[in-house]
């Protein structure tokens, strides 16, 4: 693995977004190095903010192609506390149990290996432009993925069978 002095550093801007909670729902990412930019964004028809804000993280890493040094920006207190206050490695040792999205948590983190990850928090709504950014573009996938006939439900119905 190399260094982390020479890995190349990148900046990767998230946001999460999500009508009603549960409800349709949307992420993003921008992810830059330099002059260069990369924004992706998807959604799901019935989700969490948090699971939109998870996925957004989770997005970025896949997203890299080589170990970096990763500047994280986020508005999401619950993704940067996770890892800033050792909630991660707790829950971890407990085996995951009483944790809300393990699928996510342990994608992430097997997303993040490799990685050198730093973390800021920026306040939502509050003009930061990046953030701004990441959010218009979790929101057009919200109100996109909010149009997606959901699918029928197989196998029972109302558990009566």
């Known amino acids: 693995m190399p260094d982390a002095a020479i890995r190349p550093a990148v900046r990767l801007v998230t946001d999460g977004a999500c009508s009603g909670n549960p409800g349709p729902g949307g992420w ?3 992810l830059s190095m330099g002059d260069h930019v990369k924004e992706l964004s998807g959604g799901e028809a ?3 903010n948090n699971r939109m804000e998870m996925t957004a993280l989770l997005e970025g890493l896949r997203a890299l192609k080589r170990p970096c040094s990763v500047h994280v920006v986020s508005d999401s ?3 940067i506390d996770a890892f800033e206050q050792g909630w991660l490695s707790g829950w971890q040792r407990k085996g995951w149990k009483k944790v809300k999205n393990p699928d996510l948590w342990q994608a992430i ?3 993040a290996h490799g990685h050198t990850l730093t973390f800021e928090w920026v306040q939502g ?3 930061h432009p990046e953030n701004e950014r990441a959010d218009q573009l979790a929101v057009q996938a919200r109100d996109a993925a909010a149009k997606i006939p959901q699918s029928p439900r197989s196998g029972p119905v109302g558990g009566l069978f």
């Open 28 to 30: 993003a990412f921008i």
């Open 77 to 79: 207190k619950y993704v």
């Open 109 to 111: 983190l097997q997303a």
């Open 46 to 48: 019935q989700t969490t």
């Open 125 to 127: 709504h509050a003009g």
